[in-house]
Structures are given as C-alpha cells and as structure tokens.
C-alpha cells in the first residue's frame, strides 16, 4: 500500500470504542465497506507494519466536518479501476 492508492474498509479493529467525546467506534462503523484514498502511512512502536490514515471527511450524524481515521492495513482492502 502507498499513499494514493484507493482502499474499502473492511473491518473495525476490536478494540476500537467510542469514549466520551471521541466517537471513533461510530466514525469506523460508519465507514465500513467505503473506499478511500490512502492519505499518510505512519510507521508506530510496536507493530510490524504501518498504520494507514484515511481523511474520510464528514459523517453524518458525528458532530465535527473533517473526520480521520488511523487503522491497520489487514482491515482494508486495495480496490483496483
């Protein structure tokens, strides 16, 4: 995967929640199975791979207007045109 390459979420990590103001459980339910451009991959302590960052702008019914999410590259899937 490379910055650029469009991608379907298709999975929620299992321990993603919603807590307090941070709705991230909703935003990734809300995502699942809509493709996104791939906009930064980010290499964290840790895990053997990088995590994937998709600007998947607004959602309706989550308050804010520019929503982005952080997820691991086994829960998307590289959609070719």
């Known amino acids: 995967m ?25 935003v990734f339910e809300k995502c699942l199975g809509r493709t ?3 906009a930064d991959l980010e290499t964290v302590e840790g895990p053997p791979y990088q995590l994937v960052e998709l600007n998947v702008g607004e959602i ?3 308050p804010g ?5 952080w997820v691991e590259p ?7 045109d």
């Open 65 to 69: 207007t520019m929503h982005t999410i």
């Open 36 to 38: 996104f451009s791939i």
């Open 2 to 26: 490379k910055i650029g390459d469009r991608v379907k979420l298709i999975g929620i990590p299992p321990n993603t929640r919603d807590e307090d103001d941070l709705l991230t459980r909703t």
């Open 74 to 80: 086994e829960y998307l899937q590289i959609q070719r």
């Open 60 to 62: 309706p019914g989550v």
